[in-house]
């Protein structure tokens, strides 16, 4: 079993970075898809970034795409999200979750594990 820990959130300007992370604790990190989903006040959640277990292959929503960059390392049971360019649309609670899949999804149902979210916050 995964628990996972998701830190990094915070208040930034638009045009600002932040970088998440989550934690894993379990000993099977590296068999998990990772993968970042965000939802905002009153929209139902959507996917943001996926990387596969070796981290070769990553996918991110259109919505993020040059401006976010998804990573890991399996020696320290870690996965990042680096955020650039920050917009105030991007404002969210941000979630990660784990897949038991080789490659990444956009599809949640596929994740069977999640943190518990960490706030990020835009302002204009």
């Known amino acids: 079993q995964e628990q996972l820990v998701e830190s990094g959130g915070g208040l930034v300007q638009a045009g600002g970075s932040l970088r998440l992370s989550c934690a894993a604790s379990g000993r099977t990190f590296s068999t998990y898809t990772m993968g970042w989903f965000r939802q905002a006040p009153g929209k139902e959640r959507e996917f943001v970034a996926a990387i596969s277990r070796s981290a070769g292959i990553t996918i991110y929503a259109d919505s993020v795409k040059g401006r976010f960059t998804i990573s890991r390392d399996n020696a320290k049971n870690t996965a990042l999200l680096q955020m650039n360019n920050l917009k105030p649309e991007d404002t969210a609670v941000y979630y990660c979750?784990?897949?038991?899949?080789?490659?990444?999804?956009?599809?949640?149902?596929?994740?069977?594990?999640w943190g518990q979210g960490t706030q990020v916050t835009v302002s204009s």
């Open positions: 979750a784990a897949a038991p899949r080789n490659w990444g999804t956009m599809r949640q149902h596929e994740y069977d594990h």
